[in-house]
């Protein structure tokens, strides 16, 4: 098939764009905030004093299994009632820290995407 045929048949759009001056143009941004932040803002005291014990032990160099044994002599379970194991500790100390990065990151970002002709 000719393309010169099928050009015939559709309206050229660059006349319509021609006509549009500067002053009658408005930019419009996107505006996206990304935020981490956790639905869970405030967890439980007792919970809290828990996790930072954790991190202090880890701060002062023992490994997950010596803490883990430091817990169950103290006889300090898990929220869920269990003993706690090596692999219990490394995981709590893991998420608590995610969770602290999450609480302060947010970031916003700002995209120029798109433009609309002012209607008169």
């Given at each position: 098939m ?6 015939k048949?559709?309206?050229s759009q660059?006349n319509?764009?021609?006509e ?6 408005d ?5 996206i905030?990304?935020t ?5 803002k405030?967890?439980?005291q ?6 930072l014990?954790?991190e202090s032990?880890?701060s002062?160099?023992?490994t997950s ?6 817990l169950?002599?103290?006889q ?11 692999k219990?500790?490394w995981?709590t ?5 995610n ?11 700002v ?8 209607q008169?």
């Amino acid at each position: 098939m000719n393309n010169n045929y099928l050009t015939k048949f559709i309206p050229s759009q660059w006349n319509r764009f021609r006509e549009i001056k500067c002053e009658d143009v408005d930019y419009g941004f996107d505006i996206i905030v990304e935020t981490e932040i956790l639905t869970l803002k405030d967890l439980p005291q007792d919970q809290l004093d828990r996790l930072l014990m954790i991190e202090s032990l880890y701060s002062r160099g023992l490994t997950s299994v010596q803490i883990s044994d430091f817990l169950n002599e103290n006889q300090i379970m898990s929220p869920t009632g269990l003993k706690y194991t090596g692999k219990l500790v490394w995981m709590t100390n893991y998420k608590f820290q995610n969770r602290k990065k999450r609480i302060k990151g947010t970031r916003v970002s700002v995209d120029q995407d798109y433009f609309y002709v002012k209607q008169k």
